[in-house]
């Protein structure tokens, strides 16, 4: 049976514990805080064998968006000065707006797409997406593609 390479972005609260703790324990090792697979799987509360199942299945988004572009689509109040607070966040990141599309807003909330260009100088994207969405007035912030 051929290996599907799918791949998904989720938010950290949907991923199972194990995993959260595989990439706990990846960083350990990275870090050498610690110098054996048994030390960082022993430090995170998971056994040896469960960070080898996951080890290369797992990864921080941060890790694999250099280069790359991602698109992100927003449920946000229709306020003045919001598109502006978004787009300092990205500013202040480092990363390049390639597109930017609003909708005319419908009782008072717009949706906006925005297509950006993360390059080898931008901060942590994961961060950058976080700070996004916890901007008073954003409802919702889904990650629709990354190339």
Known sequence: MEESNKYFVVKEKAVPEVLLKVVEAKKLLESQKVLTVQEAADHVGISRSSFYKYKDYIFPFKDTARGRTITVMFQMDDEPGLLSHVLEIIAAYGAN?????????????????????????????????????????????NILARE
């Open 97 to 141: 707006i390639l597109t930017i599309y609003q909708s005319i807003p419908v009782n008072g909330v717009a949706t906006l797409t925005i297509s950006v260009d993360i390059l080898p100088t931008t901060g942590d994207v994961s961060r950058m997406i976080g700070e996004m969405e916890n901007q008073n007035g954003v409802h919702y912030l």
